[in-house]
Every structure is written in structure tokens, then in C-alpha cells.
């Protein structure tokens, strides 16, 4: 099964965006899902369900921190700067394809309240506009070069 499957269904069965994205990018990493699921536990939502950051944004930006290749003291401060501009290459490339990062601007609505929530719920945004981004986010991932998407 593809990793955008793996995480569409995930999404579908009701993880969230994140732990749906982080799950299925971190398996090729021998990174179980029942880890993965708990470690992105807290970011759905635009992070907490604040309406910040794209919970896809940030299982997909946890996923590419899976291929630094050396976080060892000596090494981590040159790796972690490479793994800062892939990131940052993910970034570019959600927003180019999906007009933000943020979770309010995706949805139209901020989930981080009472009344955004139960308008993406009546409105179903939730089922309509997130399927898209949870496979955009693993798509991108799985196409950029350094190996994010699993190890070499």
C-alpha cells in the first residue's frame, strides 16, 4: 500500500491530520504506529486544535527530521541546519500547492473555538478539505530528494 493511502486511511479511521501524516512517513524509518500515533497525538488541529500550523505541516516536518543522518554533538548543528532547509522546502511547496500552512486559513474557519469547530463539523471541512492536504503533505515528502521520505 502507498504511505498516501496508509495515511488517508488513518485519517479516515480518525487519527488526526498529523498522526495520520507522521504515521505513514514514519514507517519506512522502523518507526512503529502505535509510536508515531502517540507522538503526533498532540499536534491535529493546527497544533492542540489551536487553528495554528497545519497538523499535516507538522507530521510532515516530523517526518523529515526522521532523515537527519547524524545527531551526534559533533555533527547535529551542520545536519540539523540541512534538515531546517528541507523543511523549509516542505513548507514552500504545502503552501504553494494549498495557499497556507495555517490551519484557519485552510479550513476558512478557526477550529481553536467553539463556534469555528462546530462550523467545520456542519460544514464537513473536515471530510471535504483535509483529505487533500494529509496526501499532498505525504506526496511532497515522498518526492524530495535527501531521502525524507524513508532511508536510503
Known amino acids: 500500500?502507498?504511505?498516501?493511502?496508509?495515511?488517508?486511511?488513518?485519517?479516515?479511521?480518525?487519527?488526526?491530520?498529523?498522526?495520520?501524516?507522521?504515521?505513514?512517513?514514519?514507517?519506512?524509518?522502523?518507526?512503529?504506529?502505535?509510536?508515531?500515533?502517540?507522538?503526533?497525538?498532540?499536534?491535529?488541529?493546527?497544533?492542540?486544535?489551536?487553528?495554528?500550523?497545519?497538523?499535516?505541516?507538522?507530521?510532515?516536518?516530523m517526518a523529515i527530521g526522521l532523515a537527519q543522518p547524524d545527531v551526534s554533538p559533533e555533527m547535529n548543528g551542520p545536519e540539523k541546519e540541512k534538515t531546517c532547509q528541507r523543511a523549509r522546502q516542505f513548507l514552500r511547496e504545502f503552501e504553494q500547492r494549498n495557499g497556507s500552512t495555517l490551519c484557519s486559513e485552510l479550513l476558512g474557519c478557526n477550529i481553536g473555538t467553539d463556534e469555528g469547530l462546530a462550523q467545520a463539523r456542519r460544514d464537513k471541512l473536515f471530510k471535504l478539505r483535509c483529505p487533500k492536504l494529509v496526501r499532498d503533505a505525504v506526496e511532497i515528502v515522498q518526492g524530495m530528494s535527501s531521502g525524507a521520505g524513508g532511508p536510503a
Do not use: K
Request: overall charge negative; glycine content about 16%.
Open 1 to 61: 500500500m502507498e504511505l498516501t493511502d496508509v495515511a488517508g486511511e488513518r485519517f479516515g479511521n480518525g487519527y488526526s491530520c498529523s498522526q495520520a501524516v507522521f504515521s505513514a512517513l514514519a514507517e519506512p524509518w522502523n518507526v512503529s504506529p502505535d509510536v508515531s500515533l502517540r507522538v503526533a497525538a498532540g499536534f491535529g488541529g493546527g497544533l492542540a486544535r489551536s487553528a495554528g500550523t497545519c497538523g499535516c505541516v507538522t507530521g510532515a516536518v
